[in-house]
């Protein structure tokens, strides 16, 4: 996994609530082996129209996101399938942070795997980052992670929670399955108990 | 003594068996939980990639089980007749993962294949008290045993392979409970529809249910899977039912189920999984099963559903703009105008299958419906049975004729039509009237329009043409 401390960037506004994970990635990829880049993939038949042309209208066809590796999005973000490919679409093609106020459970987890930092901000605190970028899309964000914090000018700032173990895991860019493998003993002794 | 119980001592289905698979608890609050079953199903290629690269063997194979259902032809029984060599590299895929890693395997040609979620049941493989997990997020069906069960990502696959375990925070618990006797036409399906319309999409977020009361009780173990099934679109972590002796006498003598003494032994553990009188959820829904009707999806979310006496909702009454403007994209997405009537809506499509409406009980429904009448002129009606058990069973019963009689499609079990991964996929800007559980935008394939329903319902919806209120026809 990367690791991720500070970050500076514009937000991609996706102002939908329910964004499930057949949208971020349409199910005909899930036999696409991981080496592909998904970034390819990311929202293809809500970012094109019947006739396979991009749509002006959708946020990340709009030059002002191209290069934003945040997306602000509304409740239930990442609801649906479990498919992790959402995640590696969403991180393939740049994005290193969501900002939701709520997400889909199995969604979150799969970011929290793959180096995509999932926050959950309070919704009237979201609805402030929305109209922060409705009034002006350049407006950078920093997410902190160390302190916690997401910071937006002129006075925005709102801490949020993370496990202190995904915490470390982003900040070292380790993965949790080598960690795990530590813990052999302690699982053959639950499963000592198991059959006893 | 139960009386003499404090209520500290109270504890939830959830939380008793939540205690029992706690390997140790990390600083920061995370679990690690001991997985007792993990299924496996032929989109599983890139966690198995992920302990190739990590040269890991699974730990305990024999408490994983696989099969192809989401990459498989539903005509013919032979994966070197797909097309699409990517699609033919998933199944082959699990076939030779489960081989050399020693993992129990029922293939395309095995008559007991099918969707994981019908077969494990069938099986024996799911069981009260159960930690359970699969790489698919349909897998609160085995909760209906009395199991916590959910899905997990390809990198938890790969953890659990490699480990045994699973790391999850402890979620909070939601109880839905429903008095009452179900009317004639409504379903399970209905309940679950129903249930997602009044709590929403994100109703149950971070939240385990536990579906309880009278009716919920009058339940069979099918109807109880198809509710528990969907706990995921009302945004559950998952979905449970205290077992009883319907779910006792479901696993006794099945294939995987204990037997001899380890079934007395079995029997004294599971008598412990209820939930105690005095124990207290975070939440709790309240419902009554005589208000429930045949229900029927209008938009992309599952909680866009109405009962089939319903119109297509107005944009101007949403309470906000951006809700006005959500339903006014999703009415032009799905071709509706508002104030329609939805029995006025005309169909292109019938899918009578899936995880959730695959099992012998609901084609016999559908098929009560369809019998001596035909399907509508124009229309394509498909029923896939959840798995090969399932589908000679139904040929037992004669369904199979009653389907063909009626113009239906009689089809290989698998997934199908529900996400259409294999190819079956319905065209875009046409209609189906599916059995299925998701009507996301595209899920059926791009550009369809999916409405979601009971089995009744969708065989309701294939003879008349479009959707209809089954009570007209039963």
């Known amino acids: ?196 | 003594m139960q009386l003499t119980q404090s209520k500290a001592q109270s504890l939830t289905l959830f939380e008793k068996i939540w205690q029992t698979h706690v390997v140790m608890q990390r600083d920061d609050g995370a679990c690690l939980m001991y997985v007792d079953r993990h299924l496996i199903q032929d989109g599983s290629a890139p966690a198995f990639e992920m302990l190739h690269q990590r040269q890991l063997k699974t730990r305990v194979p024999s408490k994983a089980f696989g099969t192809p259902d989401h990459y498989i032809p539903t005509l013919g029984r032979d994966l070197r007749t797909i097309q699409d060599p990517e699609k033919r590299a998933m199944a082959q895929a699990l076939e030779d993962d489960c081989e050399s890693h020693e993992i129990p395997f029922f293939g395309l040609q095995d008559p007991r294949q099918g969707i994981i979620h019908v077969i494990a049941p069938e099986q024996g493989l799911s069981q009260p008290g159960q930690l359970l997990v699969c790489g698919d997020s349909h897998t609160a069906t085995h909760g209906a045993f009395g199991a916590l069960a959910f899905g997990i990502g390809a990198s938890e696959v790969a953890h659990v392979l490699a480990t045994q375990t699973v790391w999850q925070r402890k979620p909070l618990t939601l109880r839905i409970n429903i008095e009452g006797k179900l009317g004639k036409g409504v379903s399970a399906k209905d309940i679950i529809l129903a249930i997602i319309g009044k709590i929403g999409a994100a109703g149950a977020v971070g939240h385990v249910i536990e579906y309880t009361g009278e009716t919920v009780r009058n339940l069979s173990m099918q109807e109880r899977m198809t509710v528990c099934n969907m706990s995921i679109e009302a945004g559950g972590r998952a979905g449970m039912i205290a077992p009883d002796a319907k779910t006792i006498e479901w696993l006794k003598d099945k294939p995987y189920a204990p037997a001899g003494l380890e079934w007395d032994l079995a029997l004294k553990k599971w008598s412990g999984l209820f939930s105690d009188p005095e124990a207290v959820f975070d939440k709790v829904v309240e419902m009554r099963a005589e208000a429930i009707s045949p229900m029927v999806t209008w938009g992309n979310s599952p909680e866009d559903v109405l009962p089939i006496t319903g119109a297509v909702p107005f944009p101007a009454d949403a309470l906000s703009t951006g809700k006005r403007q959500a339903i006014e994209n999703t009415q032009l997405y799905m071709n509706l105008t508002p104030g329609q009537k939805l029995t006025e809506i005309a169909i292109d499509h019938v899918f009578i299958g899936s995880c959730t409406n695959g099992r012998i009980e609901d084609l016999r429904s559908a098929a009560a419906v369809a019998k001596n009448r035909h399907v509508a002129k124009g229309v394509q009606a498909w029923v896939v049975a959840g798995s090969g058990l399932v589908k000679r069973q139904a040929e037992q019963e004669g369904l199979d004729q009653v389907f063909i009689n009626a113009g239906f499609q009689w089809r290989e079990p698998g997934c199908s039509m529900c996400l259409g991964t294999n190819g079956d996929q319905v065209p875009a800007g046409q209609r189906c009237a599916s059995t299925s559980n998701r009507n996301f935008v595209g899920r059926q394939g791009p550009g369809s329009r999916t409405h979601l329903m009971s089995p009744a319902m969708a065989a309701a919806a294939a003879v008349t043409g479009r959707l209809t209120d089954v009570r007209d026809l039963i």
């Not at chain 1, 929202?43 to 006739?51: L, P």
């Open chain 1, 1 to 196: 996994m990367e690791k991720f401390k500070t970050l500076q960037s514009v937000m991609m506004p996706l102002d939908k609530v329910n964004i499930d994970t057949d949208q971020i990635l349409p199910a005909r990829y899930l036999q696409k082996p991981r080496a592909n880049n998904f970034g390819e993939y990311l929202f293809k038949d809500v970012r094109h129209d019947g006739s396979g042309s991009l749509k002006p209208e959708f946020v990340l066809n709009q030059a002002q996101y191209v290069n934003a590796k945040i997306m602000l999005a509304k409740d239930n973000f990442g609801c649906g399938s479990s498919r992790e490919h959402a995640v590696w679409a969403i991180y393939d093609a740049g994005f290193r942070v969501v900002i939701a106020p709520s997400f889909g459970d199995i969604f979150f987890n799969n970011a929290l795997k793959n180096g995509l930092l999932p926050i959950r901000l309070s919704s009237s605190d979201v609805v402030t980052l929305f109209n922060l970028t409705q009034q002006n899309s350049a407006s950078p964000v920093v997410i902190d992670l160390t302190s916690q914090n997401v910071l937006a000018s002129p006075d925005f700032s709102a801490a949020f929670k993370i496990d202190s173990f995904s915490k470390q895991c982003f900040l070292e860019g380790l993965d949790e399955l080598g960690y795990t493998l530590s813990l052999l003993p302690q699982i053959e002794a639950f499963e000592e108990k198991l059959t006893s």
